[in-house]
């Protein structure tokens, strides 16, 4: 793999309001020559008037972007932290000899644990976003198991995996569009969680052990 000479940052954005993003990552997009991102988070930036590769999942598309760039200044918008389920690692991987440095963001998990008033020493912090995990394990071990979501794998899901082991009495935290303004954060058990009937887009959930 050839050096295109390119220099990439790759900026954690927080939740999604702007007020969670890190002032450095405001500089980083004055500077930049190129912005990468998701729709959502290229439209926060809009009014730089940058010029913009809409990621829309396919990572080919995204290393053949990256790879056409010369000398140029790459600013690669991720949701929440860099270093928790994001584009991070596909792209250290798939361009090895890149100059890449990471600005942190905050993620959802540090965002939803705020919300609803506990810490996270004592947790497992995992994802169901594209992937399978016996997370059922994990619920009696830990004090809480905090899970990225995604659309079939969704909070109303976990909530049904949940009843279904005998976990149903557990309390059950569902950050829904977290720091936006329709944002809902809900705190019930698993068992009435059941019976709700809200959006399963943009959601993560915390799973907290009985006392
Ligand atoms: C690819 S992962 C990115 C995780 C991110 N790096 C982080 O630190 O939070 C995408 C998942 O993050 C969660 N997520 C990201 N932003 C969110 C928000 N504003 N509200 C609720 N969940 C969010 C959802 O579970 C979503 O499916």
């Known amino acids: 793999m050839k050096n295109n000479h390119n ?5 954690g954005i927080g939740p999604g309001h702007p007020d969670y993003i890190a002032p450095i990552v405001y500089k980083k997009v004055e500077n930049a020559d190129i912005l990468i991102g998701g729709s959502r988070h290229l439209e926060i930036f809009s009014d730089y008037k940058k010029n913009c590769f809409v990621f829309t999942g396919s990572l080919s598309a995204l290393k053949d972007k990256m790879e056409s760039l010369q000398n140029k200044t790459i ?21 090895p000899d890149a100059a890449i440095d990471l600005i942190p963001g905050l993620s959802s998990y540090q965002y939803l644990y705020a919300k609803v008033g ?69 705190s019930i058990t698993a068992k009435e969680a059941l019976q709700l009937d809200e959006d399963y887009d943009l959601s993560c959930v915390i799973i907290e052990r009985n006392k």
């Open 75 to 95: 600013v690669v918008l991720v949701s929440g932290d860099t270093g928790f389920y994001s584009l991070r690692r596909y792209i250290q991987s798939a361009l």
């Open 118 to 186: 506990l810490g996270y020493e004592n947790a497992l912090k995992a994802s169901l976003h594209g992937k399978e995990l016996d997370f059922l394990q994990a619920v009696e071990t830990y004090e809480s198991v905090f899970l990225l979501t995604d659309k079939k794998q969704n909070w109303k899901w976990i909530a049904e995996q949940l009843v279904n082991a005998g976990y149903g009495d557990y309390n059950y935290h569902i950050g829904i569009h977290l720091s936006y303004p329709d944002e809902k954060i809900i």
């Open 7 to 11: 220099h990439i940052y790759i900026c």
